[in-house]
């Protein structure tokens, strides 16, 4: 069976792996000279890319591969150069390589004629190294896998007066490096990530940067207490029994610990668990000094200058970044077969479109999870692929249809309106729906049995990648190494001094109490949680 793989991002590397894992034959189309996607930086601005300084923000045990660890001597949160290494190293070691198609652009992908019976699929494609790179060629797959992503075409906001504006105004699509704005009057429109590195970066190099905001965000820490990641400290499967009311009191309390949001003029309306929070360890530092200023929401720009909600106005103002995130869109299908709408696209389990006869179309790597997005991709090739062989099928179209339904309601319920909010998944929660898919989900209640301290680990330690090669269709043997080894391997690049016994014991005694502290504070919420349904199940049932 040949799959078409379209771009060979983390997304569509992992998807290799996964169709050659299950007997499939893949070939990828790269529109770019290089693996990355997103990641593989350039000057150019013919994809989407990070800009020169990224710095990922997931840590690297949580977002590597499941059957491929980042290796220990990477800095717990890598640069964008070191993330392209890995990706090289991922690629070299399972041979992806020879699958891959580079400098190759999809322009069309249809139904061929006999779709109905055969699943296949019509992919038309422009070689743009070839001796005629405007000529239009075909092959037919049997199924294709879409590893576009979500970060190829720039949403921009519509201000009156825009157009007025006689400074430079771009995309942070477009954004590189400080560079052309040094020493400029730079006003930066939304405080998602990159409204924020971009703000932070700047700052360093200019006199003020303005950060303007609608709502406010929630500023989290790429660092948690005592210097482990944050990601590792929250990601964790004990935290599933913690009611979700007590969970969004303690994370609040904790990033208010960092800095007040309030004095800050950061703190939103909305709950911390409402919005997908932005990650900046920065930012506190730079509003503190005066280098970044927070304003409200853009009213209006004047030739010169900027007028905001609150009627404060910027004036001599060089340059507009706007941070406003991307659409959704998928530029070479048509919309019929793959409907998006207001950002909202109709996807079984963020997966697979309704209402195709054959199931032989997939979308890899739609998401947006409050964590790494790797290991989602790797977990949502491993499931695509075994529904292309026939392992694992498809539920009917009217159960797909109400999953659907039940995810946007639910995401409804929980984030404020937002074409920012159509993709978000909880990272655990989803992980384990397709890891049910697959049959990778890990039995803990049955490892126990064998390895209750592997088990344990994996239920109060942090949710790595790894569990979902414990058992099941793909388990690795490396798995449980690469499970006890983590919590060195996290650390390893940060020990560049030797110190002496008593500063070594002294930190090994202070990191056993807080785990006990932790256990602790996790038993007494479980035992508030229960108390407390059995005192309002005691009122219901009182006469």
Known sequence: MRVAIIGAGASGLTSIKCCKDEGLEPVCFEQEDSIGGLWYFTEEERHSSVYRSTVINTSKEMMCFSDFPIPKEYPPFMHHQLIMKYLHLYAKEFDLYKCIRFRIKVVDLKKAPDFEESGKWEILFQELDGKNPDAVNKEVYDAVMLCVGHHSEPSWPSFPGMDEFSGLKIHSHSYKDFKPFENKKVLVVGIGNSGGDIAVELSRHTPQVFLSTRRGAWVLSRMGKGGEPMDQQFIRRVGSLVPISLRRSLFKKIVNERFDHKVFALQPQHPITGQHPMVNDALPHRIIVGSVVIKPNVKSFTKSGVIFDDDTQVNDLDAVIFCTGYKIGFRFIDQSI???????????????????????????????????????????????????????????????????????EAMQRRYYASKRHTIQVDYISYADELANQVGCRPNLIKLFFSNPTLALSCFFGPCTPVQYRLMGPGAWKGAKKAIEDAPGNVIYATKTRILQKKEQQGTNTAAVCLKLLALFVVLISIIIRFSAENLSSSEVNSP
């Open 338 to 408: 793959l409907p998006v709408n207001d950002n909202k696209v109709e996807l079984y389990k963020y997966v697979f479109p309704l209402n195709l006869a054959k199931p032989t179309l997939a979308v890899i790597g739609c998401v947006q999870p409050l964590g790494a997005i790797f290991p989602l991709s790797e977990l949502q090739g491993r499931w695509v692929t075994r529904v292309f062989n026939g392992k694992t099928p498809l539920p009917p179209n009217d159960f797909m249809m109400k999953d659907v339904e039940m995810k946007r």
